[in-house]
C-alpha cells in the first residue's frame, strides 16, 4: 500500500503486464523492512511534532502563582487544571529555596516562609507525557512576586531630625509622642498622644494634640482631644491651639455667679427629676462659646500670619466634668470624628457622648475650622450631658484609636466592643502590653504609650487617647 | 480598612503599538514595584486596569497590591480610540467597587483616576456625554496625561483640571510620569475634610502641566 502510493507521487504506472513483478517486489524483504521503517519514523515524527505543540501549547499558556509575602508562610497549589497543564508528567522547581520557598511534588504545591522581597523570575522544568525518560526537561519562566512584610516597611524618622530651635519654632514643631499622668479633681487621668506610622515613615508632624486641666477653685475639670487633618498643611497647630483654647477659655469664663446657678440647677434636677431644659440651656450657652473661641483663635492666629484657616484644619472634642455629692456631671461636645466614650461603674452600660462626622469617603470630616458648622441646624446636637452616680472610664479618643479598634460608628454604641477594648487595654492583645489602671502606677503613661504601638493593618494615623478613671 | 482604590485608564490604540506600548508596560511595571514598597500603598491601594482601543476591556478587575499582578498589555496595529467607552464602564465599575461609608462599614478613600492616552477619543460624543457622570462620582483626583503632539489636551480638560502633557512616550519619560503618579497616589489617603480633593504634588520637569 505505501509502495503503490509512493508510485502515484512519483507518477510511476505499473502497467498491467508488469503487475506480478509488482507484488514480487513489494514482498521483496528489503522493501517490507524498508517500509515498515519508514512507518515508524513517520510515526516517531508526528509523536514528536504532537509533543513540541504540547510543551509549545504549556510554554505559551500563562502560569500565575499568587503573590507571596515575606514572613507570612505561604502554600498555593499550581492550577494544573487547565487542559494545556494536563499535559504534565514531571515538574521541578530550579531555584524557589533561596527564596525560602519549595516545591512540592506530590501535592503539587509551592510553600514555605518567603525571606525576600521582590519580582522574580523563578525556572519551572517540566516534561510532557510521552517525553523520553531520559531527555533535558522544558522550562518555563514564572513570575513570583514576593512582597515586603509590611511592617518592615515603615521608617520611623523624626520629625525634628537635625533641626534647631528656630526651625522648629518657624515650623511650629511639636514633639512626635507625649504623655501624662495626673491627679484630675476626685479621678486620674492618663493621656498618650504619638504619631502614627504614616507619619514617622516620612519624617512629618504628630497632627493629634490633648490639654486637659483641674480648676481648684470651682472643682470643674477639662479634658480636649483635637485631630489635626492630614491634608492641612498647618493642621499639628491647628489641634494644638483648639485645645489650648477650650482650656483657657474655661479658667477664663467659669466665673462664680454662672457656676453657682448651675450647680443649684444640677441639684434641682437631680433631686427633682424632670425639667432638663435649663441644664441643656446652660450646656448650650458655655460649650458653644468654648468651641467658637477655639475657632476664634485659630482663625485669628491664621490671619496673623497669612494662611488660611482651612490649612489648620482640626477636629475637637472636649469634655467637662465635675464631682458633686450627688455624682458627676459630664459635658461635652465634639466636630469631627472623635469619640467620647462614658463606661458606668461595673461596665455594664456604655454612653457615648457624642456623635461622629463620617463621611461618605474615608477622611471626610467636619472641624472646628469650617465656619458652617456654627450656623449648621445640626450645631446643637453636637453637645451631650449626663449625669451619673460614679463611672469607670471616660474616654476621649482620635480616629487612630478608633479606627483600628472600633472600625465602624455602630460599634461605639455596643457595649461588647467597649468590653473588648478595656480587656484589650488591659494586655488581651497580641503583644500582651498591658496598662494597670492603678493610681498608684507610676509606669502607667508609658504603659499607655506602649500599648497604642499595637499593629493595625491600614491604620496608621496619629494616635490619641485620654482616659478619666 | 479603609481602601484607596486607584484606577487606571490605558489607550491601546494603534497607534500605541510598537515601541510606546513597550516602554508604558516598562513604566507601569516600575511604577507598581515603587508602590509595592510602600508601606502605606500596600496596605490600602487597591488598582484596576480599563484599556480603550477599538474595545474596552477590564484587563484587571480591582484588586488589593499585595495580589496584584501586572498583565502585559498589548495592542492592535491600528484602530480608533474608544475613549468615551472607557468612561462608561469606568462609571459602571466605579459605582459597583466602590464602599460608601456609613455607621456599620468603613468608607474607602475617595478613588483617583488616571487617564494615559496619546490621540484624541474616537468616540466623541459619548464622551463629552460621560463626563457629567464622571464628574458625578467624587473622585480624589482625575489626572489625564496627554502623550505625543496627537493627544487632544483641550477635550481632556473638559474631564479634568488636571491634564499633564509628555512630548514623547519614551521610556525615560513614561517613567517619571509614573513615579509622578505614585508619588500622587502616596497623597491619596489623607483626612480631608468633605468636599475637598486631593493636592498633587509637583511634576518632574518632562512633564508639562496644561493651564
Redo the contacts between chains.
Sequence with gaps: MYIENLFKRFNVRVPANRQKLFEQFMHEEFNVEAVKLIMEKHKIIMENWELKVRIEDILAKQL?I??A?VAKPYQEALDFNQPEFMEISFIAFDNLDQYGLNFNPDLKLIEGIPNQ?G?FKVKMKFKVFGEDENSEPNTKMI?L?I??D?KS???NIASDDQKDKTWKEQHYWKPDQVEDFQKLGSKHIVVSSKRG??HA?VGAFREDDYAFKHFEANGWSVVCVA?G???AKLARQGSKIACKAVVDYFEQNLTDDNLRQFDEILLHHHQEGGDSQPISHFVYNNLSKAALYAHQQIEGFAAEINHPI?DF?STLIFALLKKFDFGYAILTFGVGDCPIGLLNKDLTEIKLMNWL???????????IT?PEIFSSEKFPTRFGFTLTNDFSYLMLMT?GIY?AKF????NLEKLENWKTFVDDLKGNNEDRAAVSFDVSNQEIAHQLSAWMDFWS?????DRTLAIIF | MRRLPVYFLIDTSGSMYGEPIQALNNALSGMVNTLRADAQALDSLWISMITFDREVKEIVPLTELPSFQLPEITCPQSGPTHTGHALEMLYEKVKLDIIRGSSTQKGDWKPLMFLFTDGKPSDLQLYREMLPKIKSLNFGAIVCCAAGHLANDSLLKELTPDVVHLDTADSATLKQFFKWVSETIEQGNKSQGTGESVTLPPPPSEITLII
Design positions: 500565575i499568587p503573590n509575602t522581597s519580582d513570575s512576586v512582597n515586603a509590611p516597611l515603615w521608617k506610622r504614616s515613615n485631630d487633618a492630614g491634608s482651612k484644619h462626622d463620617v463621611g461618605e469617603f474615608g477622611g471626610g470630616t467636619r472641624f469650617m480616629d479606627d472600625v465602624v460608628e455602630a493593618p491600614g491604620n496608621h494615623d
